[in-house]
């Protein structure tokens, strides 16, 4: 096969996807976002945590530990804004690399029921749906950035929905890693405690979908 009829092949556009993604998730063994940010001067680092922090979720680092990072680096007043803007920025590098390199080629692939309520979810309530999708705890970041991608949400509504959904969890995060220096403090408290109610709902919602694969199973069996 030619190199252009390559280049216009279907799954083309895809492997480049997932071959981004992998590129990204191996650097992580090459750099360490906090170091990063020490290393520069004080002036540009919010600005630098924050492209840090979006190249970082982009490279599947935890979240939660970059929202500690943030937390650690410029306190809670500081890290909630930064470690917001820098969740809002990897989430819109990936509906970007998404939308442009895999949306014609994967949304084919929206075949199942569940997918398909979720495209439609996506394309007629875009800011709702992303919204109900980060407040959630144990929802994938990434499978959400790529899912808005691939159906037909605007940007703005996208982008909104995901400061805002993620607002709480990362403010927790943010202020644990602010108050680390203090665990017997209110804030600390306060933040372990949502910590907490967001790991309990994650492994409820993790117990309730395997109910209901296992039900889908017998009934299917």
């Known amino acids: 096969m030619k190199l252009s009829g390559l280049l216009r092949a279907p799954w083309t556009r895809p492997a480049l996807l997932v ?14 976002p906090r170091r990063v940010a020490d290393a520069v001067p004080e002036a540009w680092r919010a600005p630098a945590f924050v492209l840090l922090f979006a190249l970082g979720t982009l490279a599947f680092l935890p979240k939660p530990a970059l929202s500690v990072a943030a937390g650690v680096l410029f306190g809670a007043r500081w890290g909630v804004p930064v470690a917001v803007l820098g969740t809002t920025a990897g989430a819109a590098l990936a509906f970007g690399l998404g939308r442009g390199l895999g949306r014609d080629g994967l949304r084919p692939l929206l075949r199942g029921r569940a997918l398909l309520a979720l495209d439609r979810g996506l394309t007629e309530h875009g800011f709702r749906t992303v919204l109900l999708l980060r407040l959630v705890p144990g929802i994938p970041f990434q499978a959400v950035n790529l899912s808005a991608a691939f159906s037909g949400t605007g940007t703005l509504p996208y982008l909104t929905g995901t400061a805002l959904g993620v607002l709480p969890g990362t403010a927790a995060y943010v202020i644990a890693g602010a108050s680390a220096g203090s665990p017997t403090s209110p804030a600390f408290l306060a933040a372990g405690a949502v910590i907490l109610l967001l790991t309990a709902l994650s492994l409820l919602a993790a117990w309730r979908a395997r109910r209901r694969g296992t039900a889908r199973a017998e009934a299917a069996a």
């Open 19 to 32: 071959l981004i993604l992998a590129a990204a998730a191996a650097s992580v063994l090459f750099w360490d």
